[in-house]
């Protein structure tokens, strides 16, 4: 039985992560793969309850360090209960967020370095990494825009301002220039249909399955 392949979603608040990534793996189940759809920080009942100290709460809560340390805890949890057991039994993990988002958040616009960020990473994963990563880039008021319109609670990350979210674009953009193998910058300033569009066709270009 093969293994199953491992894709990401990555971006800014408000780029549309959750409802592309539902959409998505509504095509590849369409194709004949078997699928499982999780978030990150979460998708394991450890990492869910790690995931309410990060999402909700006042938004200097936590240090770069100290977050980076509760995302990388989670993130271990939920590559060895969910996403680990799911790949070796021949089933496709997407994923809304990933290490890519710590390396962002935490690592660029938080100011605690790439190697901090590499580190944690090494010590909690080793080399276990995305077969694919894409990501939704906007313009950072349309994506705050966006976010603003969903009132989920969970806003902590959406109130640090826009001077904040402008260095996490910024850092989106240097990562994919960094991993190009792996990642795609995909534009996410246009309609849903656009950009599901654009994400079926990168999978189908750099996984070789075909979607419609």
Do not use: N
């Not at 199953?4 to 004949?32: C, D, M, P, Y």
């Not at 999402?55 to 949890?77: N, P, Q, T």
């Amino acid at each position: 039985m093969a293994r199953g392949k491992f894709i990401t979603l990555e971006g800014g608040e408000g780029a549309g992560k959750s409802t592309q990534i539902s959409l998505l793996a509504e095509a590849l189940r369409e194709s004949g793969l078997k699928i499982h759809t999780t978030r990150e920080p979460g998708g394991s009942p450890g990492a869910e309850e790690i995931r309410k100290l990060l999402v909700i709460g006042e938004a200097g809560r936590w240090d770069a360090m100290s977050e980076a340390l509760l995302h990388f805890a989670a993130r271990r949890d939920h590559v060895q209960k969910t996403i680990l057991p799911k790949l070796d039994a021949g089933i496709w993990v997407l994923s809304d967020r990933f290490a890519d988002s710590t390396m962002a958040y935490q690592g660029y616009a938080q100011g605690l370095g790439r190697p901090a960020v590499e580190t944690l990473y090494k010590l909690t994963l080793g080399d276990f990494a995305p077969d694919l990563t894409l990501i939704l880039d906007l313009p950072v008021e349309l994506g705050l825009a966006r976010a603003a319109s969903r009132r989920d609670g969970e806003d902590r990350y959406e109130r640090l301002g826009a001077a904040f979210h402008q260095k996490l674009r910024d850092a989106f953009h240097d990562l994919a220039k960094r991993a190009p193998e792996r990642c795609v910058l995909v534009d996410a300033s246009g309609d849903l249909g656009t950009v599901q569009t654009a994400l079926r066709a990168t999978v189908a270009e750099r996984l070789g399955v075909a979607l419609s």
